[in-house]
Every structure is written in structure tokens, then in C-alpha cells.
């Protein structure tokens, strides 16, 4: 299953999902959605945008378990 970690890596650096979105320039209820993990199709550039604002690397908001 993949999941993501969004929830950890805002929670870590203590961002909220409002000034994400600020930061991103995507709406609320999607940053939303990928927080709570309710997204089904990722969009490559929705997750694009969500590392440079958070300057990290895809594997550390993406997780894959079995």
C-alpha cells in the first residue's frame, strides 16, 4: 500500500496545511485530501509542488508498505 506522510512532515516542521497551500498555490481540500490521506490517484504535479515547498525529496513524503 502507499501511503503518504504528509501529516509527519508538516507536524515536524511546524507547518500548517493552510500555509502549505499558501506556499503551493493548491486549494485547501486538496492539500487537505493528500493529509489525511484520502487521495487515490496521486498528481504528479500537486506532489511537485509540495516538495519544493517543503524542500524535500519525493521518498520522504511518499512510503510504501506492504
Known amino acids: 500500500m502507499v501511503r503518504l506522510t504528509l501529516d509527519k512532515l508538516l507536524d515536524n516542521r511546524g507547518i500548517t496545511r493552510y500555509e502549505l497551500a499558501k506556499r503551493t498555490g493548491i486549494r485547501f481540500h486538496i492539500i487537505d485530501n493528500y493529509y489525511k490521506n484520502k487521495v ?27
Not at 511537485?48 to 515547498?53: E, S
Open 40 to 66: 487515490v490517484r496521486y498528481d504528479s504535479d500537486v506532489l511537485n509542488k509540495i516538495c519544493d515547498a517543503l524542500e524535500c525529496e519525493i521518498f520522504e513524503l511518499i512510503k510504501y508498505e506492504k
